[in-house]
């Protein structure tokens, strides 16, 4: 088990991917010192409280539900925006949780997720070539030169930002906010105010005649009051994250403390890369996103670098493949992967492999096909076994129109009229509860096939 983060240096030495190109040298580093002065984001032992229900998600007995804006930005850290945000995703878990019948683990794309890889370092328009924006964490979003310039001053709001959110989401999350009578009250307004299919009115009443078994039993008010929430984004700026590592007291062994758990991109998964050695080197529980191009030899390789002990929860593997390409794509990885005698969280990104723009230059996915991968997904673990661990989705609690389809049929030319994303298309609420439907749906069947009766399989526990 490692004991020692590597320098700075040392990362830098191997080439570091998609970092920014600062030219105030002497900014940089005051930035980082006053960092290394913060106190940690999270707690180490939050950290492996949340290594253990990935462990349970690995080994079948709870699903994973990640999700979140692509970029958060500095703008948007308001009440509205997390309260939102932190709606939409405990509705979804409430839903996969019944139908599912194992504790959901919710995890957001939030409080830490500032930073962008890009396919180019340069965005042209109108004749114009600037700097692309890499997310808040380094440049502005405007298309101006000043805006371009890429400041270590930012790396400071990335830390203010994160923390305000995190007290903001803690509160929620130990205040009552999620309380479970509040949160099912949500989805029967979606039910009622959508025009949804007869099947998931059906399946909210039940959740609704559960609910009432619940407290009739004598539930305590505690269980249905407060949730757990995690915080995730992608462990891409090497200053950042290296600044907020820090050496667990309890343990003397290193955490990144920006965020529970830290993921390394399909663009900076390099093995002998920067990125990978640093996440090596932290005990947190780690994703690992893998697109289509990753072969069974790097899957291997990967897993065996980032979890040497076969620790479990130790990786959530999140597969982005595309919509057409998961079915041929994805068994190789999850073969490659269990002959290593590993059990993984394997976790489905239905977002990033289905990617287009439109003929107006809006980048947006289409709900079909972002359910199509979802789909694809779970036909290949019936196929091989294995279990379908969870869901990554890009998504945001507000009524924007970024993605097409979906139970308001929004098309193309309904893009302009609330396109906000910083970064790539996200669902709006109601095409995230939606998507939650669905997937309850087939959770449900797939585990009927499977004969689980989690009743009787698994222990009490606390859940
Ligand atoms: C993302 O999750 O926003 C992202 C950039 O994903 P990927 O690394 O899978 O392309
Ligand atoms: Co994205």
Not at 106 to 128: C, F, H, M, W
Not at 235 to 264: F, K
Request: proline content about 5%; glycine content about 8%; hydrophobic content about 40%.
């Amino acid at each position: 088990m490692p004991t020692t983060i590597p320098t700075l240096t040392d990362l830098h030495a191997r080439g570091a991917a998609q970092q920014p190109t600062y030219p105030d040298a002497a900014a940089l580093e005051a930035a980082v010192a006053e960092l290394r002065q913060r106190p940690p984001l999270v707690f180490a032992g939050e950290a492996d409280e949340l290594k253990a229900r990935i462990a349970d998600v690995a080994a079948g007995r709870a699903f994973l539900l990640q999700a979140g804006d692509c970029a958060e930005t500095f703008g948007n850290v308001t009440a509205t925006n997390i309260r939102n945000s932190l709606r939409v995703q405990l509705s979804m878990a409430v839903v996969l949780q019944y139908a599912s019948q194992v504790p959901v683990v919710k995890v957001g794309r939030i409080a830490g997720q500032y930073a962008k890889p890009r396919s180019n370092d340069l965005e042209t328009r109108d004749g114009v070539t600037l700097p692309s924006y890499r997310g808040d964490a380094v440049n502005g979003l405007d298309f101006t030169p000043e805006a371009r310039v890429h400041d270590p001053r930012r790396l400071l709001d990335v830390y203010n930002s994160s923390a305000a959110t995190l007290n903001l989401v803690r509160a929620f999350v130990n205040g009552g906010f999620a309380d479970l009578r509040t949160v099912h009250s949500w989805n029967a307004d979606f039910v009622r105010s959508s025009n949804v299919e007869e099947k998931y009115t059906r399946l909210s009443e039940e959740i609704e005649r559960a609910m009432a078994f619940m407290i009739a039993c004598g539930v305590s008010d505690d269980a249905l009051r407060t949730v757990h929430f995690w915080a995730s984004h992608e462990a891409l700026l090497m200053e950042y994250e290296h600044a907020l590592a820090r050496i667990d007291s309890r343990t003397g062994t290193p955490y990144g403390t920006s965020g529970h758990l830290l993921w390394v991109g399909e663009r900076t998964r390099q093995l002998d890369g920067a990125h990978v050695e640093l996440l090596a080197s932290l005990r947190n529980p780690l994703g690992i996103k893998m697109g289509p191009s990753t072969t069974p030899a790097d899957a291997r390789a990967l897993v065996e670098r980032l979890d040497p002990d076969a620790e479990p929860g130790r990786l959530t593997v999140i597969t982005r493949m595309g919509a057409g390409t998961v079915r041929d794509a994805l068994p190789p990885l999850i073969e490659a992967v269990e002959a290593t005698g590993r059990k993984v969280a394997w976790v489905c990104d239905p977002m990033h492999g289905n990617t287009y723009a439109t003929e107006r230059g809006y980048k947006t996915r289409s709900f079909p096909v972002i359910w199509d991968e979802v789909d694809g997904f779970f036909d290949v673990h019936a196929e091989l076994g294995t279990w379908p661990g969870g869901v990554h989705i890009e998504l945001t609690g507000n009524d924007v129109t970024e993605c097409v389809g979906g139970v308001h049929e929004l098309d193309e030319a309904d893009l302009a009229t609330r396109y906000e994303t910083a970064c790539d298309p996200r669902l709006n609420r109601d095409q995230g509860i939606e998507l939650a439907f669905y997937l309850a749906e087939r959770l449900r069947e797939d585990i009927a096939r499977r004969g689980i009766n989690p009743v009787q399989a698994f222990e009490p526990r606390e859940l």
